[in-house]
């Protein structure tokens, strides 16, 4: 089983992973299979589904998928704010660097508006995803990568 791009894979590490309270893995399949999966052929298929679509030429270490249903994007970092459009679980970018700490993230959409969204509603393309795959008619885990 591979994790990163980094070199890291295999049941032992798998452990060390889970092990590391600060990694919070154990929450991540959880979150994952509320995203919904996509198909490769008819022996795999990867977790989130946004995994394994064409975004073209987008960022994905700058961009992030709403992940709900008409999610505001608006003027001002404020609830209150001015609503310039709704988005439903569609990529976004990022302007600037975000911080993963901060309540708001400034992003355009595919339109080209610019404004903000609520951090907790983003979800980065690039962060942790699975891969599933039927091995010897069973269906094991053969991939679980992130940052």
Not at 64 to 73: C, G, K, Q, R, T
Not at 119 to 147: C, E
Request: net charge negative.
């Amino acid at each position: 089983m591979d994790f990163d791009f980094s070199g890291g894979f295999g049941k032992a590490e798998l452990r060390k992973r889970l092990a590391d309270q600060s990694l919070n893995l154990w929450y991540e399949p959880d979150r994952l299979v509320g995203l919904g999966c996509a198909t490769i052929g008819t022996d795999a298929f990867p977790l989130p589904w946004y995994f394994s679509q064409d975004f073209g030429d987008l960022d994905v270490l700058n961009a992030f998928i709403v992940s709900a249903n008409d999610e505001p994007l608006l003027e001002q970092a404020h609830v209150n704010g001015k609503q310039i459009a709704l988005i439903s679980r569609d990529s976004v970018t990022a302007l600037g660097n975000p911080d993963s700490t901060a309540k708001w993230v400034e992003v355009r959409d595919h339109a080209g508006h610019t404004g903000c969204m609520l951090t907790d509603r983003l979800r980065s393309i690039a962060s942790y995803r699975m891969t599933a795959s039927a091995i010897q008619a069973k269906w094991r885990v053969t991939h679980f990568n992130g940052w």
